[in-house]
């Protein structure tokens, strides 16, 4: 890619998270419900995995809106739907778990407005694969590679990155650390 984009395709303006390959064989027809939320998950676990926020609850409204689904699905058949497409993404290994955050009470299923009410504002807890999490904190540690400097100034704000044998980055939160006392 040109230098105008290579920023936005590594680095800190980095906008692509770490997508799966089997998302990919999923039909743009019959399957956008899929695509369209594993982008989203994508997207929000590469700034999760930045934040250190990946066990966070999505709400299940906003994981709706994301999916589009079509407006001729009664509030049943939406929610086997929503249901049936995470069953199919953890079955493909393209998310690895799936939960809600509470039980759903049964009695309020399929009362007038329990979709709008009640099951959308519920939170849902979408784990991502191990490989997944350690390809963005891969990008989040070469994004954030040390630059070689002559002077450290304020030693007891400044991080220093120190590079070991094995390739793992470890950071030093202040120079007295790496100093002995004096």
């Given at each position: 890619p040109s230098t105008l984009l290579q920023p936005y395709l590594?680095?800190?303006k980095s906008s692509l998270g770490v997508l799966d390959l089997k998302v990919f064989k999923y039909s743009y027809v019959s399957q956008r419900e899929h695509k369209r939320l594993i982008r989203y998950l994508s997207r929000q676990w590469k700034i999760r995995s930045i934040k250190g926020t990946v066990n966070q609850p999505f709400k299940i409204a906003t994981l709706l809106t994301e999916m589009n689904f079509p407006a001729r699905l009664n509030g049943v058949?939406?929610?086997?739907?929503?249901?049936?497409v995470l069953d199919d993404l953890q079955r493909d290994e393209v998310i690895s778990n799936w939960s809600y955050t509470e039980a759903i009470e049964e009695a309020?299923?399929?009362k007038r407005g329990w979709v709008q009410n009640y099951w959308s504002q519920i939170s849902i807890i979408i784990t991502p694969p191990s490989t997944v999490v350690l390809e963005n904190k891969k990008k989040i540690t070469l994004s954030n590679a040390?630059?070689?400097?002559?002077?450290?100034?304020?030693?007891?704000?400044t991080e220093v990155l120190i590079e070991k044998e094995e390739g793992i980055v470890e950071?030093?939160?202040?120079?007295?650390?790496?100093?002995?006392?004096i």
């Open positions: 590594d680095g800190t058949q939406l929610r086997d739907s929503f249901e049936q309020r299923i399929g040390p630059v070689e400097t002559n002077e450290l100034t304020e030693p007891e704000c950071m030093k939160k202040t120079i007295q650390e790496l100093t002995p006392e």
